[in-house]
T-cell receptor
């Protein structure tokens, strides 16, 4: 079974600092990988997804993630944090090329941004 | 108007009561999902439906049932609510694209079982 591990339930950064949220997956075959964001009192929305040979994926709001097969990782980064980035971030995985698989989510990382 | 709506947005009920959470979508998607979110546990899949005639149990289906009344509607029922079903419930939809599909989430229903 696939699984996702997000290191750190909470990450605190200062405004303008680098954001790094970690995600590692467990799968015998490289899966499809997703990052979703949940702003306070809202549902989740897609930030970005990895589905192809392009290992560096750019998403919305200046976020990007790099797929590293050797490290089974898909860490999310942003060069400069904004106050509006404060939210909970979820990494998720699904089985590659299967039309019948479902998303498995990590436990989430709350990003706190201080002025 | 929102593409995925959930009603009610907040609900307080008592142990043993039967309640229904409703989800409607205007995206025209065949696939619909119910998740629950608990602090520190992320989202866990309760049930999912890949089309109107297809219903599947997810990771944590015990104590829940669902009904897919139409392509656009997917309801979640708690037959006899218990306090550990207190959680935030999300509905989501997607269109099949070999596993690459984006899921679109509703705003959530916050349920408190006393």
């Amino acid at each position: 079974a696939q699984s996702v591990t997000q290191l750190g339930s909470h990450v605190s950064v200062s405004e303008g600092a680098l954001v790094l949220l970690r995600c590692n997956y467990s799968s015998s075959v490289p899966p499809y990988l997703f990052w979703y964001v949940q702003y306070p009192n809202q549902g989740l929305q897609l930030l970005l997804k990895y589905t192809s040979a392009a290992t560096l994926v750019k998403g919305i709001n200046g976020f990007e993630a790099e797929f590293k097969k050797s490290e089974t990782s898909f860490h999310l980064t942003k060069p400069s944090a904004h106050m509006s980035d404060a939210a909970e971030y979820f990494c998720a995985v699904t089985e590659r090329d299967s039309g019948y698989s479902t998303l498995t989510f990590g436990k989430g990382t709350m990003l706190l941004v201080s002025p | 108007d929102a593409d995925v709506t959930q009603t009610p947005r907040n609900r307080i009920t008592k142990t043993g009561k039967r309640i229904m959470l409703e989800c409607s979508q205007t995206k025209g998607h065949d696939r619909m999902y119910w998740y629950r979110q608990d602090p520190g546990l992320g989202l866990r899949l309760i049930y999912y439906s890949f089309d109107v005639k297809d219903i599947n149990k997810g990771e944590i289906s015990d104590g829940y049932s669902v009904s897919r009344q139409a392509q656009a509607k997917f309801s979640l029922s708690l037959e006899s609510a218990i306090p550990n079903q207190t959680a935030l419930y999300f509905c989501a939809t997607s269109e099949p694209t070999s596993g690459q599909e984006t899921q679109y989430f509703g705003p959530g229903t916050r349920l408190l079982v006393l």
